[in-house]
């Protein structure tokens, strides 16, 4: 037994000794991407050294997007994307990026033909959200995300007064609620089965599960509770604070705090009774979404069915004519996003198809900003809305994202900019989706000119992604047309509560 007991300690001090096998290589790691689990060799296993997670240098940052270069004499590594450029060498604690020296928290190091590397350094120097999970031994990425519906000029013009009503501040500010911080966490709230995170900045949130108790965890990088969290909610001395849930029987408790300091992250964990699926919504747009409804890609029956009703419709007061604009967006020489297919060529039928139904309803007048191929401005379509007095204004489009993006989104959104707004976006979009049957990508408060010019309750919709060869095909199909043309028009009704 001494024998043993001496070969067991010789054993450990050879592997405290040796930092490269302070993880066991025989470990099964994981690495997962925006959702999707990567596969890893054996010698490409992650591993903890000194406390740093060590990931392979080559197989994330080519999953990234970027080129590796490795030069088998000097031992040194170069990465490089759109003029961002990273050199490591190994066994050496310093490594340059773009020009700059940065120390890393330990040297990267050979495992096999396999180089790895601070997993710290990668998200830091990527501008990638990074996470570990020592639980399931899982090393969680999310990619930088294009701004949702930036490419489309058309609904982004921008603001040309001094000031434009929005809750969560302008896209892409870089201030704080009172802090110092790259962004503000300004509000918590969960609603609908929903977990709805307001946010005054940029922020690409890490989101992932922990099966020892089954919960949900949203990291918030760069992060502090603003201002108006604190005046919203309770935050304690000790920089945390929870909501009791009482009305959904698989959540517990929501329970939130300043995980990290440096970088300031925020930690919002959902503690769930049982496993649950989940979906998570971020356009930047100042809200971040956890949704736990699930959701279904499977395109309903060829009528929309009656979707029950969740809020009160306003009061109308009397049964005069309501009268409805419903803009086609783009036309003419705007021909919208799409490559083969143009967004113009999907706003205009199904405008035209939603005005026919329209017309069919005795108390209500439809006026079209655009009933052929022909370009009115943005400003000529808010102007009529208001030139008529309209009761409602609905803007048909169709999103997408830049070519080569590396994220591919598929789903239905409906946006809005005023608060009168909201519960007309609210009531459309319910049907919507069941209309589209793509993924529910909620509503979402935007500036865009003709629903924030409009002086109506006005809206626009964002049928799904024509840079989604699923979700393009679909909306060029009559079928799918013709439901999303009885889903507004169910929508309207039950708005004006009729």
Not at 139 to 157: H, K, M
Request: charged content about 20%; glycine content about 8%.
């Amino acid at each position: 037994m001494k024998k043993f007991g001496f070969l067991a300690l010789l054993l450990l001090l050879l592997v405290l000794v040796h930092p490269g096998t302070g993880y066991a290589g025989s470990a099964e790691t994981h690495i997962n991407l925006d959702g999707n689990d990567l596969k890893i060799s054996k010698e490409a296993q992650v591993q903890i050294v000194n406390g740093s997670v060590m990931v392979p240098l080559r197989l994330v940052t080519e999953q990234l997007g970027y080129t590796v270069k490795w030069d088998n004499v000097t031992k040194t590594a170069t990465i490089e994307q759109k003029g961002t450029t990273l050199k490591l060498i190994v066994n050496n604690a310093m490594a340059e990026a773009s020009g700059k020296q940065v120390k890393l928290d330990n040297p990267p190091f050979l495992s096999g033909n396999t180089t790895l590397v601070p997993l710290r350094f990668v998200g830091e120097q990527t501008g990638t959200t990074v996470g570990w999970d020592n639980v399931t031994k899982t090393v969680y990425l999310t990619s930088p995300v294009p701004e949702i519906g930036g490419s489309d000029p058309e609904i982004n013009v921008p603001d040309t007064s001094v000031t434009a009503p929005s809750d969560n501040g302008s896209k892409g500010n870089t201030t704080t609620d009172g802090n110092t911080s790259t962004a503000a966490v300004t509000n918590l709230s969960f609603v609908d089965n929903k977990l709805i995170i307001a946010v005054n900045g940029s922020i690409t949130p890490n989101v992932f599960t922990m099966t020892d108790k089954d919960r949900i965890v949203v990291d918030l990088p760069n992060a502090s509770f603003g201002d108006s969290f604190h005046q919203n909610l309770s935050v304690g001395k000790n920089q945390n604070g929870q909501l009791t849930i009482t009305e959904y029987p698989n959540v517990s408790t929501i329970r939130y705090s300043l995980f990290s300091s440096s970088p300031s992250t925020i930690r919002i964990v959902i503690d769930l009774n049982s496993a649950n699926n989940y979906s998570v919504t971020n356009a930047n747009d100042g809200l971040i979404i956890v949704d736990l409804n699930g959701t279904s890609t499977t395109p309903p029956a060829t009528t929309v069915p009656e979707v029950p009703v969740t809020t009160p419709p306003p009061s109308t007061g009397n049964t005069d004519k309501k009268i409805i604009v419903i803009d086609a967006g783009h036309g003419g020489k705007d021909p919208g996003t799409g490559s083969n297919l143009k967004e113009k060529d999907f706003t205009l039928p199904t405008a035209l198809k939603i005005a026919e139904l329209l017309k069919k309803e005795p108390n209500i007048e439809v006026v079209l900003t655009r009933s052929d191929d022909t370009y009115p401005t943005l400003q000529d379509r808010s102007n009529l809305a208001n030139k008529v007095k309209a009761d409602l204004f609905i803007s048909v489009h169709a999103n997408s994202i830049p070519v080569g993006s590396k994220s591919n989104p598929s789903g239905t959104e409906t946006y809005y900019t005023r608060k009168d707004s909201l519960l007309f976006a609210q009531t459309v979009h319910k049907y919507l989706t069941v209309a589209t049957g793509l993924q529910d990508r909620g509503v979402r408060q935007a500036n865009y000119h003709v629903t924030r010019e409009t002086k109506m309750p006005a809206i626009l919709l964002e049928c799904g992604y024509l840079s989604n060869t699923k979700d393009e095909a679909l909306l060029f199909t009559v079928d799918v047309q013709n439901r999303i043309a009885e889903a507004v028009v169910l929508g309207i009704k039950e708005y004006l509560g009729r």
